[in-house]
């Protein structure tokens, strides 16, 4: 590859905005909701389906649940998404408040 356009590359990278925001795993089975701060969205998911899929996923339920009902037995859903506006001022303090809000929501919602 020329030098050129591994720098474009480079660049393009450095530059580029990932969608940020809360992810949740919900197991249809069970109806159980895994919920993640994401930096990255697609690339949370995508480590996440690694480290179930090798049997390595550091929430122990969740991982059990793959185990017994596979990736087939899951929804992956986005909970929330930052707006591009936001993403330059996000700090990770802020997607854990987010995700706070997010848990918050899920558990009111399982008790009604």
Known sequence: MKTDRRKQL?????????DMGVIAFECRATGDSYLMASEDIKASFNRARLQLN???HPM????????????EGFDLIVHEQL??????????????????????????????
């Open 10 to 18: 480079q660049e393009e990278y450095k530059n580029r905005k990932p």
């Open 54 to 56: 090798i049997g390595r």
């Open 60 to 71: 122990a339920k969740l991982q059990s649940q793959w185990n017994q009902y596979g990736e």
């Open 83 to 112: 707006p591009y506006e936001q993403l330059d001022e996000v700090k990770k303090e802020d997607l854990e408040a987010l995700l706070q809000l997010c848990l918050e929501k899920v558990a009111q919602s399982s008790r009604m």
